[in-house]
């Protein structure tokens, strides 16, 4: 059984840096496409970034594209989530999601984690 754990959460000023980590368990983490998504209080949940099997193709939303970047290292069944320039609007429970098959682009989701939550002060 396959279970997905995010960490690296926390609380950090508006223009700084996070990076946040999703540890998979089990077997066949890299056969699988691995993507992150977020939900603010009051809205609904929303695609951030998502990566392909072997880290070799990347996808992201319109609000994240060239501030956030997404990679995975499959020896050690771990997805990235590096957050660079934050916004206050980044604020949300960020959470990871294995994907049913290996492209970035597929919007199938069959495994998500807890989440970690993001908070952004201004």
């Known amino acids: 059984q396959v279970q997905l754990v995010e960490s690296g959460g926390g609380l950090v000023q508006a223009g700084g840096s996070l990076r946040i980590s999703c540890a998979a368990s089990?077997?066949?983490?890299?056969?699988?496409?691995m993507g992150w998504f977020r939900q603010a209080p009051g809205k609904e949940r929303e695609f951030v970034a998502a990566v392909n099997w072997n880290g070799g193709t990347s996808s992201y939303a319109d609000s994240v594209k060239g501030r956030f970047t997404i990679s995975r290292d499959n020896a050690k069944n771990t997805v990235y989530l590096q957050m660079n320039s934050l916004k206050p609007d980044d604020t949300a429970v960020y959470y990871c999601?294995?994907?049913?098959?290996?492209?970035?682009?597929?919007?199938?989701?069959?495994?998500w984690g807890q989440g970690t939550q993001v908070t952004v002060s201004s």
């Open positions: 999601a294995r994907h049913t098959d290996s492209s970035a682009y597929s919007r199938s989701y069959d495994i």
């Open positions: 089990g077997r066949s983490f890299s056969s699988y496409a």
